[in-house]
């Protein structure tokens, strides 16, 4: 390591380093936040019961009741990962 020379982050790429952490933090307060709205544990509750529900229903060769709860767990998921903007 003696001919190595180590190469230092400008003082802009370290500003920019550190936006980048910021934002990463309060994306996951905003996560946080989310997270302990009650209807949102309601939600994803009800996601993990239609999941289950439709593996239930392809072991019994359903598939008509299996394509429904995945239809309807979906649905939910999709609304639950991007919510409206207000």
Do not use: C, W
Request: hydrophobic share 35%; proline share 2%.
């Amino acid at each position: 390591m003696a001919g190595q020379r180590r190469t230092r982050r400008s003082y802009d790429e370290m500003i920019q380093a550190l936006r980048h952490k910021i934002s990463q933090l309060e994306d996951r307060k905003k996560a946080k936040a989310l997270r302990s709205d009650p209807a949102l544990k309601l939600a994803s509750k009800l996601v993990r019961s239609l999941r289950k529900a439709e593996d239930a229903f392809a072991h019994a060769k359903r598939t008509d009741l299996a394509n429904a709860a995945k239809a309807a767990y979906l649905s939910l998921e999709g609304n639950l990962r991007s919510p409206s903007k207000s």
